[in-house]
């Protein structure tokens, strides 16, 4: 915010964007960006092309964390899209300040022109408190332009954060569930084998009697399932011709 000192050298639109009343001198190229006495050569050289103060067309300049607009000839009728306007972004200003003596007049900025990349010096002409306030007022607004775009950054790396967090949390979620219906399958098929009288983890031989009869004259098998469905079927044998023979008759 501006103090009340200064509050009466701009006019403050109804958005709380300084505005100014300048007379625009002119441009040159130039090939310093920034750096002490950077703009003193091309502002001699904008003075010298430059036309009368008098003739010289009047615009309003806005300045704001977006940059710089100028809107020509801001007391005539001329409706406000009919109006030549030049923005600046401030993204592409390089440097600015209020030039001294014998220009302490002039208030000046040094831009890229996004078209031909090339850096141009745009000059302006007020009184000698308005280009030192303009020049503070855009230092201010570099400084409202770079805390923005760190809070933009800092925000969208918390964000990238949180969703990756809330990936891993997914992740972690179907693992989970994955693992208790892996837990429930193997569950239910103990509980089957149970049933049959088995354990999980043995094998059962389906062999019928007479398969293990037949199995019984040929030679002896390797195979321990099969030994042991024979050896059931010889205990199975033993106690049906224990159960089932009859008792000789007594000597008379």
């Not at 033993?238 to 007594?250: G, M």
């Amino acid at each position: 915010m501006l103090s009340n000192q200064r509050r009466g050298c701009a006019n403050i639109t109804p958005g709380g964007v300084p505005s100014f009343l300048v007379r625009y001198v002119g441009k040159t190229e130039t090939y310093a960006a920034y750096g002490k006495g950077c703009t003193v050569n091309a502002v001699q050289k904008i003075w010298d092309n430059s036309e009368e103060e008098k003739k010289m067309k009047r615009w309003t300049m806005l300045i704001s964390p977006e940059g710089i607009e100028l809107v020509e000839n801001p007391e005539s009728k001329i409706r406000d899209k009919d109006r030549a306007k030049m923005k600046f972004d401030i993204r592409y200003i390089a440097h600015c300040c209020a030039e001294k003596t014998p220009h302490e007049r002039v208030f000046t900025w040094i831009s890229q022109n996004t078209r031909t990349q090339t850096l141009e010096c745009h000059a302006v002409l007020s009184s000698r408190e308005k280009s030192q306030l303009m020049a503070a007022t855009l230092h201010r607004a570099f400084y409202i332009a770079y805390r923005n775009w760190k809070g933009a950054r800092e925000r969208k790396t918390r964000l990238k954060k949180a969703s990756k967090a809330e990936e891993k949390t997914k992740h972690d979620i179907v693992h989970a569930e994955l693992t208790h219906m892996a837990a429930a399958s193997f569950s239910g098929d103990t509980s089957r084998e149970k049933m049959r009288g088995g354990s999980p983890h043995e094998y059962s031989c389906d062999l019928s009697p007479a398969q293990v009869i037949d199995s019984s004259d040929s030679e002896e098998s390797d195979n321990p399932f099969l030994e042991s469905a024979m050896a059931e079927m010889n205990i199975v044998e033993e106690d049906y011709v224990h159960n089932h023979t009859e008792l000789a008759p007594r000597p008379r």
